[in-house]
Each structure stands twice: as structure tokens, then as C-alpha cells.
């Protein structure tokens, strides 16, 4: 079993929807959930990051995280093109800039204008 | 953010030679870069941490003697495939730890690259 999947879509969505991207892991050690935002041809890119369970939101952004049911998720209210790029979800069982991150494949969301 | 940077940015080359992937941190120091591999439809994986100044850790499974890590310097860490075999095909990507602050609290970030696509034919 991987210790972090992600379902790698594609997911198509119309503009302005809400998109819902989702994870689960298996290691109970993860205290760290991050999800990072991945361009063409550029790195991936920090979007937020969640220690152990609760809600974060940053503008149209919301990660969630139920360290009960191992699941992660990340919201994106009001879609817009430029959120079109590949989402990868992480995890790491401390501070998670020193740690060995553990990836999910990418899911690559597209949104249609 | 932080900027990192990877030359090049794509790179083919034949069985058996050697190739040279660079990692610079462009705008601040790194004391530690980290390497991961990325296989077509599969999670990027980390290979090694390298440290400057001292030897990389390397992940269980990653052989240390086909990918050298140097961290020469606080902005430049180099990964060298030696030997490379068509398996080697990969889409390599560093990522260099800076220290982010934020108010009144702060954390470590990594930041990445845009990775190296290796084919090795």
C-alpha cells in the first residue's frame, strides 16, 4: 500500500465551480499535510500546509485534514483558469522543510472557461 | 518565494555515459537541498539529502555510487548519474530548505525546482 494516494483524475472542471481534491495516507506518524500546486515545466509550489487535524483557509483555498479517518483535502471556491495545473498532496511526520515529504502522484485539474 | 533552479532543463544521452543535473538556490543559502525522481504516472520520490559540506544521506534502495550528490557550496548541490541506463529515464527535481517568516511565527519551507527530464537511450 502507498503511504500517500491520490487519484491522478484528470478533472475537468467549468469556472467558477468548486473543486474538491482529495488524498489519503497510511502512516499514523504524518503530523505534516501539505499540498503543493505544480505548473508546466515549473517545481511545485507551496500552497498550504495543515499540522495534525483541523480547517486552514487562505483566500479561495481551504485544506482539511481528519487525522481520524486518515483523509486530505483541498477546497478551491471560485475556480478560475489560472487554477488549471497539477495538485500534489504531502505528508511528513515533523517540521516538514528538514523531512523526507511523501507525495501522492498529482491529480491535473483543469478549468474551463 | 524562494527561486531554485535546475540545468538543464532536459538532457539526452546515450547508455553509459555520465550526466551532470545542477541545483542553485538563487536568492538565499541552503544548507540542505533534498533530490527526488519522479517516474511517468508516479509520486515524486525522494532520492537523497545533501548537506553542505558533509556526504548525502541517501534513501534506502537509491545507489549511492550511481548517483553522486556534491554540495559544494551554500547555493549549488549537483547530482551526477553515472552509467546511465535506459532505466535511469526519469524526471529529476531538487528542492533547497529556506527558512520562512511569517508574523511571529516561522517554519522551514522547501523550495523546488523546475526538474531535468533525463532519457537515456
Known amino acids: 500500500q502507498k503511504e500517500v494516494e491520490q487519484d491522478p483524475g484528470p478533472l475537468s472542471v467549468p469556472e467558477g465551480a468548486i473543486v474538491s481534491l482529495n488524498c489519503t495516507y497510511s502512516?499514523?506518524?504524518?503530523?505534516?499535510f501539505m499540498w503543493y500546486r505544480q505548473y508546466s515545466r515549473k517545481g511545485p509550489e507551496l500552497l498550504m500546509y495543515?499540522?495534525?487535524?483541523g480547517n486552514k483557509e487562505d483566500g479561495r483555498f481551504t485544506a482539511q485534514v481528519d487525522k481520524s479517518s486518515k483523509y486530505i483535502s483541498l477546497f478551491i471556491r471560485d475556480s478560475q483558469p489560472s487554477d488549471s495545473a497539477t495538485y500534489l498532496c504531502a505528508s511528513a511526520p515533523s517540521n516538514f522543510g528538514n523531512e523526507k515529504l511523501t507525495f501522492g502522484t498529482g491529480t491535473r485539474l483543469t478549468i474551463i472557461p | 518565494g524562494a527561486v531554485v533552479s535546475q540545468h538543464p532543463s532536459r538532457v539526452i544521452c546515450k547508455s553509459g555515459t555520465s550526466v551532470k543535473i545542477e541545483c542553485r538556490s538563487l536568492?538565499?543559502?541552503?544548507?540542505?537541498m533534498f533530490w527526488y525522481r519522479q517516474f511517468p504516472k508516479k509520486s515524486l520520490m525522494l532520492m537523497a539529502t545533501s548537506n553542505e559540506g558533509s556526504k548525502a544521506t541517501y534513501e534506502q534502495g537509491v545507489e549511492k555510487d550511481k548517483f553522486l550528490i556534491n554540495h559544494a557550496s551554500l547555493t549549488l548541490s549537483t547530482l551526477t548519474v553515472t552509467s546511465a541506463h535506459p532505466e535511469d529515464s526519469s524526471f529529476y527535481i531538487c528542492?533547497?530548505?529556506?527558512?520562512?517568516?511569517?508574523?511571529?511565527?516561522?517554519?522551514?519551507?522547501?523550495?523546488f525546482g523546475p526538474g531535468t527530464r533525463l532519457t537515456v537511450l
Open positions: 502512516n499514523s506518524a504524518f503530523q505534516y
Open positions: 528542492s533547497a530548505r529556506d527558512l520562512v517568516v511569517q508574523g511571529s511565527s516561522s517554519y522551514n519551507e522547501q523550495f
Open positions: 495543515t499540522y495534525s487535524s
Open positions: 536568492d538565499f543559502q541552503a544548507t540542505t
